[in-house]
Every structure is written in C-alpha cells, then in structure tokens.
C-alpha cells in the first residue's frame, strides 16, 4: 500500500507520508493539513521514550514530504527579482561565494516568505528553495566538460540557456497564502 512515488490516500481522503507505516508502530498518527502526520507527546504518546533517546545520541529523523514544492521557471533575472520581492534574506543578499553556490543549484537556500513589500513584518511561513542546476537544465551531460572542437572547457563556463527553474519548498499549513504571494510576485 505504500508507494515509492506519491502518497497513499485513505477512505477519508487525507494522504498518508511516504514513512507512514514505520511512524504508526512509534507515534500517535494526527490528522493535520490533509495529512496524517505523526504527533509526538513526550511523557504520553508512544514513541516518546525513544525519540528523547535518539535525540540524546544526536540522531533526530524528520520526515518532510508534507512540504509542497513550487516550480518557477523563467530568465534568471526575472526570478532573482520575484525572489527579491518575497523572500528575506532574498538569494542576491547572501555573500558572494554563498549566492554562487544558492544560484548555480551547487547547495539550497533557505528564507522567510513574506507578502510582497513587506518583507518580516508579514511573513507567511520559513521556506526552502533550491536552482535547478545549470547543467542538469541544459542537458549538456559531458558536453559541459567539451568543446565542439574537442578541447575542454574552462571551469567558470556554463552551458545554459538564459532560462532557469527554481524549486521552492512550502509548508502545507502556508500553501495558499504563499503561492498568492509568488503569483502577485510573478
């Protein structure tokens, strides 16, 4: 019953997690945005005794796959600019060597989505985002490493085209209110 791709969804309509039948034997199961999700009480649920456990030995497992990823594509500088319209700190505030790494889709970033103008004093909710790599979007596979003419590429060349993908990971509970930020954005 439980898929490798998506999620089951049972008789009432919610989803269940792609874990949901490893965390039913450990936690009380919630219904939470459409989702059932595992619910820890410590001193009152099952499952208690051994996350205070595993959090004590530095092992803490979080499973995530409630977040809803949004898709923006676009030129890059149409995108960096929405980004900085809803996002605090917006990728183009980040260091230089950082703002690399975050826009050529090497490491994710993560910001505060806020509605757009008014950056913190209205946030919606903390958000991850990460570029499609440069490479994986061109296609070029060894092509990024070669001429035409045979000889290799320097290091800081690309193969990309001027249109870039973004994915941005929301919360289920902020979904709404976020997607209407990036739309008034875009």
Not at 154 to 164: K, N, P, T, V
Request: glycine letters at 10%; proline letters at 3%; one cysteine or more.
């Amino acid at each position: 019953m439980n898929l490798e791709r998506g999620f089951c969804t049972s008789g009432d309509g919610k989803k269940w997690l792609r874990t949901h039948v490893w965390h039913t034997k450990r936690f009380r199961m919630s219904k939470l945005w459409g989702f059932y999700v595992p619910l820890v009480l410590f001193m009152a649920g099952r499952g208690s005794r051994a996350v205070l456990k595993w959090f004590r030995q530095g092992v803490l497992v979080h499973d995530a796959s409630y977040h809803v990823a949004v898709q923006l594509e676009g030129p890059e500088d149409s995108l960096m600019s929405v980004l900085k319209m809803v996002m605090a700190p917006s990728p183009s505030a980040l260091s230089e060597a950082i703002s690399h790494s975050v826009i050529s889709g090497s490491i994710y970033g993560s910001a505060m989505l806020c509605h757009v103008g008014a950056l913190v004093s209205q946030s919606i909710a903390p958000v991850t985002y990460m570029w499609r790599s440069v490479c994986q979007e061109s296609g070029c596979g060894d092509a990024m490493n070669h001429n035409s003419d045979g000889g290799n590429r320097s290091e800081g060349s690309w193969c990309c085209s001027s249109s870039r993908q973004i994915w941005v990971w929301i919360h289920v509970s902020a979904v709404s209110e976020g997607l209407d930020a990036l739309k008034l954005a875009c």
